[in-house]
């Protein structure tokens, strides 16, 4: 069993960079594929990034391509998620999950993911 606590989120400016981190406990960190998804007001959650298990190999949605990069450090049992020219519609409550995967794979499904972080809000002011 792993727990996953989220932290770094706040307001930035649109254009601007923030860096998400997401803290594990437990067991063999490194057995789990992590995910980061986000949550806007009045919509649903959504896929953002994710990482395997040793970190190399990644995935990322479409809209966040190019700007977010997702990392990890399985010697501290963290994963990061580094923003950069973020915009107004990134705004929404970003949480880790995590998966027992085997090595080299990622998923974007929500439902794969048995293990949550309670969240962190990013704000982005235009």
């Known amino acids: 069993q792993v727990q996953l606590v989220e932290s770094g989120g706040g307001l930035v400016q649109a254009g601007g960079s923030l860096r998400l981190s997401c803290a594990a406990s437990g067991r063999s960190f490194s057995s789990y594929g992590i995910g980061w998804f986000r949550q806007a007001p009045g919509k649903e959650r959504e896929f953002v990034a994710a990482i395997s298990r040793r970190g190399g190999t990644v995935s990322y949605s479409d809209t966040v391509k190019g700007r977010f990069t997702i990392s990890r450090d399985n010697a501290k049992n963290t994963v990061y998620l580094q923003m950069n020219s973020v915009k107004p519609e990134d705004t929404a409550v970003y949480y880790c999950?995590?998966?027992?995967?085997?090595?080299?794979?990622?998923?974007?499904?929500?439902?794969?993911?048995?293990?949550w972080g309670q969240g962190t809000q990013v704000t982005v002011s235009s």
């Open positions: 999950a995590a998966r027992a995967a085997p090595f080299g794979s990622v998923s974007a499904g929500e439902d794969e993911y048995g293990y």
